[in-house]
């Protein structure tokens, strides 16, 4: 073999290596990026299951100051209802007034 043919061929090797290389440090980075890119998918699942939670709780609490709230309040209202239902009871009325005076003039007769 000449001399050219032989330096061909060294160069030929060399791009085959430099090409396997390559090929090499490009895998070997493909497969760190999905292993990155599979922690990031399985922290943001977290995340998200952690916030779905974190959001059903406050819903719940949420959910229970208002009827406590609104409980407390019924309460006043009846309170208040049922004062008022007693002034009114206890309040001679004009009718009741009329009644009572005609039995009475109704006794002297």
């Known amino acids: 073999m000449s001399n050219t043919q032989e330096a061909y061929i060294q160069t030929l090797k060399q791009i085959k290596n430099a090409e396997d290389l390559a090929e090499k440090e490009i895998n070997e980075y493909r497969l760190e990026c999905e292993k990155v890119k599979k922690d990031l998918q399985s922290r943001i699942e977290q995340e998200i299951q ?60």
């Open 50 to 109: 952690t916030a779905n939670t974190q959001g059903e709780n406050l819903v719940a609490m949420s959910t229970e100051q208002a009827r406590n709230k609104a409980h407390n309040e019924a309460d006043i209202i009846i309170r208040d209802a049922e004062n008022k239902a007693q002034l009114i009871s206890k309040q001679p009325n004009t009718l009741s007034v009329n009644k009572v005076l005609g039995m009475l003039l109704r006794g002297i007769d």
